[in-house]
């Protein structure tokens, strides 16, 4: 989640921290929205920080330790699609192309429901793409939100 959590742009609302020398920008309001899908849904991180995002990232955003994906650097789908297995997910991503969506959308291949929410990487993930995800999840069992 950390690139729809650090966009390009300088969206209002966003506070600049440093990460070894390196900026980032991120929402402190976000921390409100991510509790609250956490309290009815699975989150995880797929990000190309793996494992430092429950160090860097989400202290700062007051999260909790998450699971992480862990993937190949060419591409993020295969991995989440094994970490997520059966169950019914939504994707926030700032990157996902239409060959993902596509492949989410083939009931062929991925049975259990499944979002992809294409978050604009100048803004950031916003309140609308936080409600597509609850609209999209309260219909499901079990889902999760990486």
Known sequence: MDGV????????????????GFPILLNP???WELLD???DFDLAWATTWEDDA?????PRLG?????????EFDSKWPDIVDFAGTRPFAW???????DEVRWANDRDRRVAPTLIVQVNAITGVRDADFAT??????RCRNPLVV
């Open 5 to 20: 959590l650090n966009p390009l742009g300088s969206p209002p609302g966003y506070r600049e921290h440093r990460i070894e």
């Open 29 to 31: 309001d976000h921390r």
């Open 37 to 39: 899908l956490a309290r």
């Open 54 to 58: 429950n160090v860097e990232i989400g």
């Open 63 to 71: 999260l909790p330790s998450l699971p992480v994906v862990h993937f």
């Open 92 to 98: 926030l991503d700032d990157n996902a192309g239409p």
């Open 133 to 138: 995800v609850r609209a999209f999840l309260g």
